[in-house]
């Protein structure tokens, strides 16, 4: 529950002929990471033959499936149905059909392309209805050009004695016809006065007309486009899910056939490694030994003599359904490593406390509660999906400090009776944070004191554990260091404890400061100011909260609808309830941000390392396909 699942490592040596039936067992068996092994004196295995093949095939499932419009596969087809699929007959000829269907459509789609082009081109020709096959004469020269209309005077004046036409095709932007003996005019000339000169289209008679038979040949590709999606549709239709299911299973059928380049091998024999939870061992001999007898040789490695020649191992950490989410946050963040303490339980405690604390309202609570239900429905999976688990269970805690706060948006319980006609009942007295700002101060300080206590004392554990002394008695000073200011300032500012006790707890504060500095050396000194501001950083719990009640408040005395108010609460009504609604988000916003960081910046970093490898077992997903 606290520490991640002790790991083993077993040594499997086979002869070549067992090696892909070895493969195949491993998969059947699921449980086992395989380690990638190298040396110096012994080369890896190469991949299994067939891998080659596969992967050409995966490489054109996956182009065959990115042609086809995506669609739910609902159905798993058996590998069997899969196999026959796959052979060349089958596959090839929906390969080609795929294909040539495809390969028409991109050929439409560059023809409208071009027509399209040339169509843009004919509507500025097409402001001039003249007939320009009487232009093909082999004396004359027939020129085409846009120019600023600023400057169109200018181009008509120098086109004196020259056959020109010109009609204004846009907001400032005019083109020009120019019909001129060949060799009279020298075009370039015309470039100084902004003339660009354009290419005119293989016209045959006016552009109108052409215009119109350009129009009626798009109509005619994007008829002969629609009846090949049809086609398209049809054939993915008939085989998207067999596709889909081809891909997933050559995907698995590749991962177990490249396998062997992480084996070390011989012309004749093979070695591996795997690392599976030292518990699942026997299971895991037992397994091997029926699939191959005496065939295979199965060398295992406890979790001790790893842990003693520092063999890192991947984590594997077991929680129930219930507390999977607040696993998933922390691996999230970062996964411990094998032999450190499994943070999964702490952060169940320790994160719905700061959430409630904060957001501290009976009715924001339930609030809280509603919307999370709401993005769990969205988001079925995925780290949103834990979060709202997690946020849901932030809620409980939350109502029940709403009580403890006496807050019902921003309400006391008496004053709700109040509003209701109901006088003078009061059923408890609760600590009203805008009322008891130095009593809840200091508990959240002492909150802070009691976290950082407890990391640090995990830090001693998590150090005992991996057998470093030195580093877990400078945990145990950092523990020492913090309980002498707990004691110091509580008894200065408050007389908490007799002043007796400052002798004996100054003593503490020197004894604890011998190991830190031995271990740390200065730098250990200079990291006190630092623990004291993670202590400090705690006041956040109460600041933050007090945010979200004065602004409900401020909420109930200017915008509450009451019906003194006449024809405004009209305005005031959604006013006040959309208020309330941002305020409450807000303040659950803030909660999950500021609890997280409490507990992974100012507690993690007490005892937390992190950055381990989540144990990954060999094995297959089968989504779309089945056995």
């Not at 120019?147 to 120098?158: P, R, V, Y």
């Not at 008829?223 to 698995?252: F, I, M, P, Q, R």
């Not at 948006?409 to 408890?428: C, D, K, P, R, T």
Request: net charge neutral; proline share 3%.
């Amino acid at each position: 529950m606290f520490w991640p699942v002790k790991m083993s490592k077993v040594r499997l040596i086979g002869l070549k002929t067992n090696l892909k039936k070895t493969i195949e067992s491993l998969e059947e068996y699921g449980g086992v990471e395989i380690k990638k092994l190298s040396s110096k004196e012994v080369e890896n295995s190469k991949a299994l033959e067939e891998n080659t093949f596969i992967v050409e095939k995966l490489v054109k499932t996956e182009a065959l499936l990115n042609a086809l419009e995506k669609k739910e596969v609902r159905e798993k087809i058996s590998i069997s149905d899969l196999n026959d699929f796959s052979k060349q007959k089958n596959f090839g000829k929906v390969n080609a059909e795929i294909e040539e269907i495809i390969s028409k459509i991109s050929d439409i789609d560059n023809e409208t392309e071009i027509l399209k082009d040339e169509k843009t081109t004919l509507k500025m020709f097409a402001h001039f209805d003249i007939d320009f096959s009487k232009f093909n004469v082999n004396s004359i020269e027939l020129v085409a050009g846009t120019i600023n209309s600023i400057n169109s005077s200018k181009l008509e004046d120098a086109l004196t004695g020259t056959e020109f036409t010109g009609k204004t095709i846009a907001k400032g932007k005019a083109l020009y016809l120019i019909a001129f003996e060949k060799g009279t005019l020298k075009i370039d000339d015309l470039g100084p006065l902004g003339f660009d000169r354009i290419q005119i289209p293989n016209i045959k008679t006016k552009p109108g007309i052409e215009l119109k038979n350009v129009d009626k040949k798009i109509v005619d590709l994007e008829k002969k486009k629609a009846s090949l999606k049809k086609d398209l549709e049809k054939v993915s239709k008939e085989n998207y899910a067999k596709l889909t299911g081809l891909k997933e299973h050559l995907e698995n059928e590749s991962s177990k056939a490249s396998l062997p380049e992480k084996f070390l091998g011989t012309s004749h024999s093979f070695v591996l490694e795997g690392y599976l939870p030292e518990k699942n061992f026997e299971k895991f001999k037992g397994f091997i030994k029926e699939k191959f007898g005496k065939q295979i040789f199965v060398q295992y490695f406890s979790n001790d003599e790893l842990e003693k020649n520092h063999e890192t191992t991947p984590t594997l950490t077991e929680h129930s359904y219930l507390i999977k989410p607040f696993e998933s946050l922390v691996k999230f963040i970062s996964i411990p490593k094998s032999n450190e303490l499994d943070t999964t339980m702490i952060f169940l405690i320790f994160f719905p406390v700061f959430y409630g604390m904060i957001v501290g309202d009976f009715v924001y609570g339930i609030l809280s509660f509603l919307i999370a239900k709401l993005i769990l429905k969205k988001f079925p999976t995925g780290i949103l999906n834990s979060v709202s688990k997690v946020w849901m269970w932030g809620s409980i805690p939350t109502i029940i400090f709403g009580v403890i706060f006496d807050e019902y948006a921003g309400f006391s319980h008496h004053a709700i009776f109040e509003l209701i006609g109901i006088h003078g009942v009061h059923i408890y007295y609760g600590y009203e944070r805008l009322h008891n700002i130095e009593l809840l101060l200091g508990v959240s300080l002492l909150l802070g004191v009691f976290t950082i206590a407890i990391g640090f004392l995990l830090g001693f554990i998590n150090a005992s554990k991996h057998g470093n002394k030195r580093h877990a008695m400078a945990k145990l000073g950092w523990f020492g260091v913090v309980l002498f200011g707990t004691i110091l300032i509580t008894t200065l500012m408050f007389n908490s404890f007799p002043q007796d006790y400052l002798l004996p707890t100054a003593g503490l504060f020197i004894v604890s400061l011998i190991p830190i500095v031995m271990v740390e050396g200065i730098m250990g000194i200079m990291e006190l100011p630092s623990v004291v501001g993670n202590i400090l950083s705690f006041a956040r719990i109460l600041a933050v909260g007090l945010v979200g009640v004065v602004i409900a408040s401020i909420l109930n005395d200017m915008a509450f609808p009451s019906l003194d108010k006449g024809l405004l609460l009209i305005i005031f009504f959604p006013l006040y309830i959309f208020g309330h609604l941002f305020n409450a988000f807000l303040a659950m916003f803030e909660s999950l941000i500021q609890g997280a960081r409490l507990n992974f910046v100012e507690f993690y970093s007490k005892f937390y390392e992190g950055d381990g490898k989540e144990f990954v077992p060999f094995k297959v997903e089968r989504k779309y396909t089945k056995e």
